[in-house]
């Protein structure tokens, strides 16, 4: 049966979905300590787009490796990100449970405040995973992508609600969720942001004058710090 075969598309199908299962058990393990999550989501990001990319990846000894690397700066991203939603949180709280009565404009400004913070959580590990920039520059390009593909921004936030959602209201597909929960919603994200992320790769190595760094050789990952001027053109929206 040629579907069998080792390279049948089944099988291949199949081996992304044993990658991805692991990838998603790895990142679960790693989440544990809290702290540590913004380096597990980065790895699993980095992991999940190789995978995208049908580029030749271990996936355990690259998402570790992943995970070392960007361990400092996606941790900081990660507790940055944790207090913006605790701010948010505290003020939603206090808009809704208190007596005052807070305007509708300011109550507006903090929604749009918050749907942009939501919009940027989705792509600044990402960013982190492909590109290298300080931390406050890659949240501010993770910002800008979101806008930029505003319309699969949204349907990446409802991939990514939909398990929690499955988990709330179908305890029986928990086994399902702890599997692909996290890993499965990354991989159809990637597979919408990959062809804008090639097009931000090839900008920028034009912009080094086609050159890459011995980093680049080695990793497939750094792209140096040209990340804003690229965004600006009209041709990546």
């Given at each position: 049966?040629?579907?069998?075969?080792?390279?049948?598309?089944?099988?291949?199908?199949?081996?992304?979905?044993?990658?991805?299962?692991?990838?998603?058990?790895?990142?679960?393990?790693?989440?544990?300590?809290?702290?540590?999550?913004?380096?597990?989501?980065?790895?699993?990001?980095?992991?999940?787009?190789?995978?995208?990319?049908?580029?030749?990846?271990?996936?355990?000894?690259?998402?570790?490796?992943?995970?070392?690397?960007?361990?400092?700066?996606?941790?900081?991203?990660?507790?940055?990100?944790?207090?913006?939603?605790?701010?948010?949180?505290?003020?939603?709280?206090?808009?809704?449970?208190?007596?005052?009565?807070?305007?509708?404009?300011?109550?507006?400004?903090?929604?749009?405040?918050?749907?942009?913070?939501?919009?940027?959580?989705?792509?600044?590990?990402?960013?982190?995973?492909?590109f290298a920039n300080p931390v406050f520059r890659t949240i501010k390009n993770a910002l800008a992508m979101s806008i930029l593909q505003a319309p699969k921004t949204i349907l990446m936030a409802v991939l990514y609600l939909i398990p929690?959602?499955?988990?709330?209201?179908?305890?029986?597909?928990?086994?399902?969720?702890?599997?692909?929960?996290?890993?499965?919603?990354?991989?159809?994200?990637?597979?919408?942001?990959?062809?804008?992320?090639?097009?931000?790769?090839?900008?920028?190595?034009?912009?080094?004058?086609?050159?890459?760094?011995?980093?680049?050789?080695?990793?497939?990952?750094?792209?140096?710090?040209?990340?804003?001027?690229?965004?600006?053109?009209?041709?990546?929206?």
């Open positions: 049966m040629k579907f069998l075969d080792i390279d049948s598309p089944f099988m291949h199908f199949l081996g992304k979905m044993a990658d991805l299962m692991i990838l998603n058990l790895l990142t679960l393990l790693c989440c544990i300590p809290i702290i540590t999550a913004g380096a597990a989501f980065t790895a699993m990001h980095y992991q999940v787009l190789k995978i995208v990319r049908d580029e030749e990846c271990y996936v355990a000894k690259g998402y570790f490796k992943a995970f070392r690397e960007n361990f400092k700066q996606a941790t900081a991203i990660w507790l940055i990100m944790l207090l913006i939603a605790a701010v948010l949180g505290a003020d939603f709280f206090i808009m809704y449970k208190s007596d005052i009565e807070f305007h509708v404009l300011f109550r507006a400004v903090m929604g749009a405040i918050a749907i942009f913070s939501a919009f940027t959580l989705l792509y600044v590990f990402p960013a982190q995973a492909k929690v959602v499955l988990f709330i209201y179908i305890p029986n597909v928990m086994p399902l969720v702890i599997l692909f929960g996290l890993t499965l919603p990354a991989f159809l994200s990637a597979k919408m942001y990959n062809k804008f992320f090639l097009k931000l790769e090839e900008r920028i190595t034009e912009a080094n004058g086609g050159q890459q760094t011995e980093a680049e050789n080695e990793d497939d990952k750094i792209f140096h710090d040209k990340l804003d001027e690229a965004l600006e053109e009209k041709k990546l929206s």
